[in-house]
């Protein structure tokens, strides 16, 4: 199984700050990452995919890099709205596998 | 649009078999590379994959689970149909059904539906 590794588990900053996200595959994937948004209660949210492509509708200050084995996902400016836990996900072979989880908070 | 919707008990007891259903629209699962998959995040713990159905009937399973779960699918009405034996108290998580689209290479993961609470416990 391939194993995916993220970091921190969890961060606080301030409205308008810009945070990344790491998560290192434990082999290479090419660029079949995903990242996903998950609030309380609710669906989770597709807003990256093959590593660095936005989902459609998702505002431009979600971002995310990387190939093989290292990525990362930035949010830009840091909105009230994007308190939630955020997950990378490799999906060039089953088992799909995911990163532990970031819990976005704000200070 | 695009929608996926788990339902099911919320509560089993030790040893009983759970059947959830996922009931999805906006696709349709004759289409040729959709699947529909089942994953699951006990507390506090990291999203885990289970299973997963192809357009064509062919089933995938998580290999330490392989032995109790059974997926199905019903085109005529849009549902698929996971069933897991002798439940467990770890077994105690939301579970989600989600749309996959099976590429020439990987399997994108593009929705995801609301979970359902499953808690095992006498």
């Known amino acids: 199984d391939i194993q995916m590794t993220q970091s921190p588990s969890s961060l606080s900053a301030s409205v308008g700050d810009r945070l990344t996200i790491t998560c290192q595959a434990s082999?290479?994937?090419?660029?079949?990452l995903s990242w996903f948004q998950e609030k309380p209660g609710k669906a989770p949210k597709l807003l990256i995919y093959?590593?660095?492509n936005l989902q459609t509708g998702v505002p431009s200050r979600f971002s995310g890099s990387g190939s093989a084995t290292d990525f990362s996902f930035t949010i830009s400016s840091l909105q009230p709205e994007d308190v939630a836990t955020y997950y990378c996900?490799?999906?060039?072979?089953?088992?799909?596998?995911f990163g532990g989880g970031t819990k976005v908070e704000i200070k | 649009q695009v929608t996926l919707r788990a339902s099911g008990p919320a509560l089993v007891k030790p040893t009983e078999t759970l059947t959830l259903t996922c009931a999805f629209s906006?696709?349709?699962?004759?289409?040729?590379?959709?699947?529909v998959t089942w994953i699951r995040q006990s507390p506090g713990k990291a999203l885990e994959w289970l299973t997963l159905?192809?357009?064509?009937?062919?089933?995938y399973h998580n290999t330490s689970l392989r032995t109790r779960l059974t997926i199905s699918k019903d085109t005529s009405r849009n549902q698929v149909v996971l069933t897991m034996t002798n439940m467990d108290p770890v077994d105690t998580a939301t579970y989600y059904c989600?749309?996959?689209?099976?590429?020439?290479?990987?399997?994108?993961?593009?929705?995801w539906g609301q979970g359902t609470l499953v808690t095992v416990s006498s």
């Open positions: 989600t749309r996959i689209k099976r590429e020439p290479r990987g399997w994108y993961l593009d929705y």
């Open positions: 906006g696709f349709s699962l004759n289409t040729r590379g959709m699947c």
């Open positions: 159905i192809d357009w064509n009937d062919n089933t």
């Open positions: 082999q290479d994937i090419s660029n079949f």
């Open positions: 093959g590593a660095s």
């Open positions: 996900q490799q999906y060039d072979d089953l088992p799909l596998t």
